[in-house]
């Protein structure tokens, strides 16, 4: 009989779920929307649901499941926020109804899962230290250090676009780096600076209106590589890792944007003459997915060992949303 388990990527446009293999082979795979902030996770859950019963159909037996879920998510894998989906019982909780009885279910913050699937399959094979960059719908980051994600004692230690926006880029922006310059706040700063909903939605659009030789999306474009780079450069003068991965669906793309953040960070890094290097993620295949999968087979072969990304004390303590 063959054996997997579920790894799941919920971010804030898709969920991305797949059975995965002990050799992180997938052999099914599925995909959600859940843009629209998911009430009640009703995509992501029948995303789930229509997997495992996949599995039960092929004779699989599914050994965990690990949802990455774009939120602040305690160190015992409770969802701490509502800033992306409408989430209206715990993740964890529901999941594990559609498992079963016997099946260890965990949830984690999406761009941690990331960070453990570059660790495990990606640049983690050249570097044993580095901030992971997630830019997609949203941004942030995690810290590996010696090979060891960094927490935070509430889980929290991912907060990367709660950071702030150089005035100059934008002396009239009122908001968080997020705001400014991910996916969401790309389109929503076009949306604002023109009255132009574009066909293409998200940052992709306002990226093609770029090509076409749109001003103002050149504009926007060009400010919110400039605000990533000085901000990624900022977290190098604090941390000093050995190399910074660039990932997510935006960070990993060339696109002006991601070659823009290059160009930004190397014009401003401190870490004079050789600052560590900016990567472009080196998984194939998504790395909060294999992420997931690679915390899902930890918890399937040793249920009662502490998790890997549990670095300081659990705590059940709720973010303020």
Do not use: C
Request: charged share 20%; net charge negative.
């Amino acid at each position: 009989m063959t054996e997997a388990v579920l790894a799941l990527d919920v971010g804030g446009t898709k969920a991305h779920g797949a059975l995965v293999d002990r050799e992180y082979r997938l052999f099914d795979e599925g995909f959600a929307r859940t843009a629209g902030r998911d009430p009640g996770l009703a995509a992501t859950l029948g995303l789930a649901a229509e997997l495992l019963e996949r599995a039960r159909t092929a004779g699989t037996t599914v050994r965990a499941v690990v949802a990455g879920f774009p939120e602040y998510v305690s160190n015992d894998g409770v969802v701490t926020a509502h800033e992306v989906l409408d989430w209206t019982v715990q993740p964890g909780e529901a999941l594990a109804a559609l498992a079963g009885g016997g099946v260890p279910v965990r949830i984690a913050s999406d761009v941690k899962a990331g960070a453990l699937g570059e660790l495990a399959l990606g640049r983690g094979r050249e570097h044993d230290g580095f901030v992971y960059v997630s830019l997609g719908t949203g941004i942030s980051t995690a810290i590996v250090l010696d090979r060891t994600l960094h927490d935070g004692v509430r889980g929290e230690a991912i907060g990367f676009g709660e950071w702030s926006v150089p005035a100059e880029l934008d002396p009239e922006w009122r908001g968080n780096l997020e705001g400014f310059a991910s996916g969401s706040g790309i389109a929503a700063r076009y949306l604002a600076r023109t009255g132009t909903e574009l066909a293409e939605g998200g940052a992709r659009g306002v990226l093609q209106a770029d090509a076409s030789g749109d001003p103002v999306a050149a504009e926007i474009v060009d400010t919110a590589a400039a605000a990533i780079g000085r901000a990624i450069a900022q977290l190098v003068s604090l941390l000093d890792p050995p190399a910074v991965v660039l990932a997510g669906g935006l960070g990993s793309a060339d696109t002006r944007l991601a070659r823009g953040i290059r160009a930004e960070y190397e014009r401003v890094a401190s870490r004079r003459p050789s600052p560590p290097p900016l990567l472009p993620s080196g998984v194939p295949v998504n790395p909060g997915l294999l992420g997931a999968a690679a915390l899902a087979w930890e918890l399937a072969t040793a249920p009662e060992a502490a998790p890997p990304t549990a670095a300081g004390p659990a705590s059940r303590e709720e973010r303020t949303a």
